[in-house]
């Protein structure tokens, strides 16, 4: 009772001071904001709840059509609350060049997010801080990956892609495997001079589940990128698989970046050099410095173990996006073959010199990038100080999204954006240089645009010729060979697919058929 009565008056003594500290710090907080803000607005967006903000208000599943939906109310800079931390979801094309293009001396920096570093995927090049570090592995990728050496790689991307025929000739009820092994396989042998055969060796699964946790990690999707203390919670603690996922991603991390470049390494220590991206690396490193270091062969490991993730799954999203496309549309279809047949003939298969002549075939091409976008809400930017943008404030270590969805769905820049058009793309059968390029938008923004792009362009590119030249793509049948109708949509996730790509594949003709089969006894070439 004692211990009672004489807390009692120290508690009343101590109230009005409790009381004044905490206004103080409430004051010198709104003084700071409405200095840092200068009295300029914040975005618009949906009013936050005390504490949580708007998480409750993010979208869930396919947060790119929610996004979209929003900005009908709210315009196309939205501002949203969640845990303190503040986000910027841009929906237009213009606006999203003018703060992430033009402003990317400000806008080029990523979010540190817990998920990179517990999935092992602090190796890829493209969600590094920026930074001096950053450009240094940026400027490395680009002396291999830049449009001026990518011509190299077109005889590997060409002899990839016939044998790609084949083995869709063989089982084409294994479109999607074949697909996985194609673009895989082809970066694999590009970057490492390897040549994986067998599409069951785990070095060409190992990539795809590399990136599975960055797969699933759409905002809000794991707790710990909201609460980083619960990375230290145990695997076996109630409500923390997400340390599972995170273990089995960081393994397979690890050995994308270890293991292929080892053993690359370790041939040329031999005396028996592959002709590939690492060779080169390493010996242009040798002769600009006699030995290599530690940090320079971890920089050397880590952007080629980019070059094989970028290359092996936005391919994989964007092919399977073609044939599902040419199963619905097959006046696009008949269209390409016409021209492949008046451009190509019926005695070989498409080269890459035939591509000035194909202009519509890089029109389906950007338009399965622009109809099923591999990043339909980019990769967030982050601000690195407080901005004024379009008479909004927007702070410093904001997160920023680019809804890349929305914007390549626009019916001001696409007439009919769920239609499957590649003629959009085109004016007097020649690439129109006045449409918005989807490439500008699915590719990334500013400084952080991919730089394997020019790479992927071309593997499509050649892909696709080659398989409209010799096989007809239809709609899936059933048992009793009746159509199944498939609607195209595209799965949940940072990183999306054809939800449905089954289709039926065959060869257009006998002469077609020969023509692949000539290809795998030439292997390939």
Request: net charge neutral; aromatic share 10%; hydrophobic share 40%.
């Amino acid at each position: 009772m004692e211990i009672a009565i004489s807390f009692v008056p120290a508690y009343t003594t101590l109230l009005p001071v409790i009381v004044c500290a905490v206004s103080l710090v409430f004051l010198r907080s709104r003084l700071d904001w409405k200095a840092r803000s200068r009295g300029l607005p914040l975005p618009p967006g949906p009013k936050p709840l005390p504490i949580v903000g708007n998480v409750l208000g993010i979208p869930k599943k396919r947060p790119w059509l929610g996004f979209r939906d929003m900005s009908k109310e709210y315009g196309d800079l939205m501002y949203f609350r969640v845990f303190g931390q503040s986000l910027l979801v841009i929906g237009n094309a213009e606006l999203a060049h003018e703060f992430l293009d033009k402003r990317s001396a400000n806008s080029s920096d990523r979010p540190s997010n817990p998920v990179t570093q517990l999935s092992g995927q602090d190796l890829n090049v493209g969600l590094f801080p920026y930074g001096p570090r950053w450009r240094q592995h940026r400027r490395e990728f680009w002396q291999f990956f830049n449009p001026g050496v990518v011509s190299r790689y077109e005889p590997m991307q060409r002899a990839e892609g016939l044998k790609f025929l084949g083995k869709v000739l063989k089982s084409p009820e294994r479109l999607k495997d074949h697909i996985k092994h194609l673009f895989t396989g082809t970066i694999i042998n590009v970057v490492y001079g390897i040549d994986i055969v067998d599409e069951n060796d785990p070095r060409i699964v190992m990539p795809h589940n590399a990136l599975d946790a960055v797969r699933r990690a759409t905002p809000g999707h794991f707790m710990v990128e909201i609460f980083p203390f619960l990375r230290y919670v145990p695997a076996w603690f109630p409500g923390a698989g997400f340390q599972k996922i995170f273990t089995e991603c960081k393994m397979a991390n690890d050995y994308l970046k270890h293991a292929l470049f080892d053993d690359t390494k370790e041939v040329l220590e031999r005396g028996e050099p592959r002709p590939c991206v690492v060779t080169d690396m390493l010996a242009r490193a040798k002769a600009d410095s006699g030995d290599i270091s530690k940090e320079k062969e971890e920089k050397l490991k880590n952007v080629c173990a980019t070059a094989v993730e970028g290359g092996s799954d936005t391919n994989f999203s964007i092919l399977q996006a073609v044939f599902v496309a040419m199963s619905l549309y097959p006046a696009v279809q008949r269209k390409a073959q016409a021209i492949l047949d008046a451009v190509v003939g019926p005695d070989r298969l498409p080269d890459f010199g035939d591509s000035e002549a194909l202009a519509y075939i890089h029109a389906i091409v950007k338009e399965a990038l622009r109809w099923n976008v591999v990043a339909p809400l980019g990769i967030p930017h982050n601000t690195m100080q407080d901005d004024e943008f379009r008479g909004y404030f927007i702070p410093a270590g904001t997160s920023v999204l680019p809804n890349a969805w929305a914007i390549l769905h626009d019916p001001a820049a696409y007439e009919d954006p769920d239609e499957f058009r590649p003629e959009r793309f085109l004016c007097d059968g020649r690439l129109d240089r006045t449409v918005l390029d989807p490439a500008s938008v699915a590719f990334g923004f500013g400084r952080r645009i991919c730089a394997g792009r020019y790479f992927a362009f071309g593997s499509l590119f050649i892909t696709v010729a080659c398989v409209l030249h010799v096989f007809d793509i239809g709609t899936p049948l059933d048992e009793d060979g009746a159509p199944i109708p498939i609607k195209f949509q595209q799965t949940h996730g940072v990183l999306s697919y054809p939800e449905d790509s089954r289709c039926t594949v065959k060869p257009r003709s006998k002469a077609a058929e020969a023509l692949v089969l000539a290809a795998q006894e030439l292997g390939g070439m």
